[in-house]
C-alpha cells in the first residue's frame, strides 16, 4: 500500500501532458504553425475535437457545448472541413498520417451522418497510411447505428466516458448512466470492430466512498474493459463555473481520495491488469501494456500513448498541435475559430515555441511519468538534488549515480517529483488539480 504524505503532495502540478504545458503558452509568431506543418516529415497523427454533448456534465472541465442548437453544430462542421483541407494542402509530401483521434466533448454528439462525412474529407484530403482510429464516446447518446458508423470507418479503439456506477454519485455530477445502458455500448462497440475499450473512472466524486468506488472497479472488470483510466476529480468552481452544481461539502478530504487512488491501483493489478504510471490500467494483450513493458510508451495531449509519432497536428477550436521545436493552440473561441477558419486560415497563434533545453527537460519528466525513472544530467541533478532530498528520504524514488527512479511506493507522487525539472513553475502562476 501506499504511504500518505500530505505535505508533499499539498503544491498542484500539471499532468505534464507537454512540456512546457499549455499554462505556458503565450503569442506566437504569425506563421508559426503553417511553417511547423509545412516541414511535418514520416508519420504523423491527427487529432478533430469536437466541442459538443448532448448533455453538459456537472463536472465537466472540457471545451464543450449543447448539441441542440443545430445551426451552432452545422457552422462548426464546415469550419473542420475548411481546416482539414488548409492543413493538408501544407502536409508535405513525405508525411503519412498514421493516427487519427476524434474526442471533445462527446464525437457521438454530431450526427452519424456528419461524422462520415469528415472521415469522407479526410480519406480525400491526407495521405493514409492504414491510420489506427479511435474516438471517445458518451454512452447516453450512443445508438446501434454507431456500431456500423465504427465499422465501417475501421474505429478500433474506443474510450467511454464511465465515470462511476453509483446512481447516487452519477445524479451528483448530472451524468446518469444505468449499468444496462454501458452494456449495451459495449456489446454495438465490440459489435462494431472495437478491440482495445478505455473506461474512464473518477474518484474523489460528492458523496463516493470506498466501496462505491470498489463496486465500479468490479463492474468494470467484469465488462472487459481492456483499458481503465482513474482519474481524481478537480473541484475547481473558480475556473468552471458548472461545477458550483457540486456540493463542496459533499466532496471526500485529500486522505479520503488518497485511500481511493490506492485502491484503485491495488484492485485493478490484482485483477489482471497491468499499471500504466499510477493512474491508468491496461490487460497484457492491449497495445498500451506492450508500450510499457516494451519501454516505447509516451505522453502527448490524449495522456498515456503507444503513439511514436513525434507530430500530433489538432484541429478544431481548442485543439493542440504539437511538433518536436512547437506547441501550437487553436482559438478557444469557437465564434474566432469558425471565422478564420471560414477564411482558411489557421486560427493557432497561441502556443510556445521549444528550446532545446525545454526539450531535454521534457524527455526527463516523460521518462519518469512512462518509465518511472530517468537519466539525468549533472547539471540537472544539482539543481533539484535538494529538493528531491525529502523523496528520497521518504523512500519514495532513489538515486544511483545520474539514475532517477520512482520506487512503486512512490508512483502516486509521480507529476511532483516530474515537476521539480519544470522551470516554468516558478514564473507561472496558475492553479492546477492536485497530484491525487
Not at 464516446?137 to 465504427?150: G, K
Not at 524514488?397 to 532517477?404: E, F, H, N, Q
Request: glycine share 8%; proline share 6%; charged share 15%.
Amino acid at each position: 500500500m501506499w504511504t500518505y504524505i500530505p505535505e508533499l503532495l499539498a503544491k498542484p502540478v500539471p499532468r505534464y501532458t507537454s512540456y512546457p504545458t499549455a499554462a505556458d503558452f503565450g503569442p506566437l509568431a504569425e506563421g508559426a504553425i503553417e511553417s511547423a506543418i509545412a516541414a511535418a516529415d514520416g508519420d504523423v497523427s491527427l487529432y478533430l475535437h469536437i466541442p459538443f454533448c448532448e448533455q453538459i456534465c456537472y463536472y465537466c472541465g472540457c471545451n464543450t457545448g449543447a448539441s441542440g442548437k443545430r445551426a451552432r453544430v452545422e457552422t462548426y462542421l464546415a469550419a473542420l472541413h475548411q481546416e482539414i483541407a488548409t492543413v493538408a494542402s501544407l502536409l508535405p509530401p513525405a508525411a503519412r498520417v498514421s493516427r487519427i483521434a476524434f474526442g471533445g466533448g462527446s464525437p457521438n454528439a454530431i450526427a452519424p451522418g456528419e461524422f462520415m462525412a469528415l472521415v469522407d474529407a479526410l480519406h480525400a484530403h491526407f495521405p493514409l497510411y492504414a491510420p489506427a482510429w479511435s474516438i471517445e464516446l458518451d454512452p447516453r447518446s450512443l445508438t446501434a447505428e454507431w456500431s456500423h458508423v465504427i465499422g465501417e470507418t475501421g474505429i478500433t479503439r474506443a474510450s467511454m466516458g464511465v465515470q462511476t456506477f453509483a446512481a447516487h454519485c452519477q445524479k451528483a455530477i448530472g451524468r446518469e448512466q444505468p449499468a444496462a445502458m454501458i452494456c449495451r455500448s459495449i456489446d454495438w462497440l465490440r459489435s462494431g470492430g472495437v478491440t482495445s475499450l478505455n473506461f474512464d473512472l473518477m474518484y474523489g466524486l460528492p458523496h463516493q466512498t470506498t466501496a462505491d468506488l470498489v463496486d465500479s472497479l468490479e463492474m468494470t472488470s467484469k465488462l472487459g474493459a481492456d483499458r481503465v483510466a482513474v482519474f481524481g476529480y478537480a473541484h475547481v468552481p473558480h475556473l468552471v463555473p458548472r461545477q458550483k452544481m457540486i456540493p463542496e461539502a459533499a466532496l471526500p478530504g485529500a486522505e479520503a481520495r488518497f485511500a481511493m487512488a490506492a485502491q484503485a491501483h491495488a484492485f485493478l493489478t490484482a485483477h489482471g491488469y497491468d499499471a500504466i504510471g499510477f493512474d491508468h490500467f491496461a490487460l497484457p494483450h492491449d497495445p498500451m501494456a506492450r508500450a510499457m513493458r516494451d519501454g516505447s510508451l509516451r505522453r502527448n495531449f490524449q495522456g498515456f500513448t503507444d503513439d511514436p509519432a513525434e507530430v500530433l497536428i489538432g484541429m478544431g477550436s481548442t485543439a493542440i498541435s504539437g511538433f518536436p521545436g512547437l506547441l501550437a493552440q487553436n482559438d478557444k473561441h469557437n465564434g474566432r475559430y469558425r471565422q478564420l477558419s471560414g477564411e482558411g486560415r489557421l486560427s493557432a497563434n497561441h502556443g510556445i515555441a521549444r528550446s532545446a533545453a525545454d526539450r531535454l527537460r521534457g524527455s526527463v519528466i516523460e521518462a519518469l511519468l512512462c518509465r518511472n525513472q530517468a537519466t539525468l544530467s549533472p547539471c540537472l541533478l544539482a539543481e533539484v538534488q535538494d529538493r528531491l532530498a525529502p523523496f528520497l528520504t521518504a523512500g519514495l524514488a532513489t538515486l544511483s549515480g545520474d539514475r532517477l527512479t520512482i520506487l512503486p511506493g512512490g508512483l502516486p507522487y509521480a507529476r511532483v517529483i516530474a515537476s521539480l525539472f519544470d522551470t516554468y513553475r516558478a514564473v507561472t502562476q496558475r492553479s492546477f488539480s492536485s497530484a491525487i
